[in-house]
Nanobody, 118 residues
Framework: QVQVVESGGGLVQPGGSLRLSCTASGLTFHYYVIKWYRQAPGKERELVAGVTSDGGRKNYAESVKGRFTISRDNRRRTVYLQMNNLKFEDTAIYYC???????????WGQGTQVTVSS
């Protein structure tokens, strides 16, 4: 049974930092691209960052470039999203998605809440 689990969300002040983690089990982790999405209240889910199966390539939404860093540790079956200089508009539920590299079949986590507030 495939499980994708996010953690690390919380309440932080503007300018603060958080590190989210996404751990997957029940699948061959190094065969999967991992993407972070977020969904703010009343808005559609948007792609925030992604990393290839070997960690060699990364991409970011324009709104988070220079502030967020995605990384992965295949031995720990975990992908991280380091979020610095957080802004009010980063408030959202953050979701992790594992996508198989050949079939693009995807598995979602349950999400973790990030709230940026003073």
């Amino acid at each position: 049974q495939v499980q994708v689990v996010e953690s690390g969300g919380g309440l932080v002040q503007p300018g603060g930092s958080l590190r989210l983690s996404c751990t997957a089990s029940g699948l061959t982790f190094h065969y999967y691209v991992i993407k972070w999405y977020r969904q703010a209240p009343g808005k559609e889910r948007e792609l925030v960052a992604g990393v290839t199966s070997d960690g060699g390539r990364k991409n970011y939404a324009e709104s988070v470039k220079g502030r967020f860093t995605i990384s992965r540790d295949n031995r720990r079956r975990t992908v991280y999203l380091q979020m610095n200089n957080l802004k009010f508009e980063d408030t959202a539920i953050y979701y992790c998605k594992a996508e198989e590299i050949t079939t693009t079949r995807g598995y979602w986590g349950q999400g973790t809440q990030v709230t940026v507030s003073s």
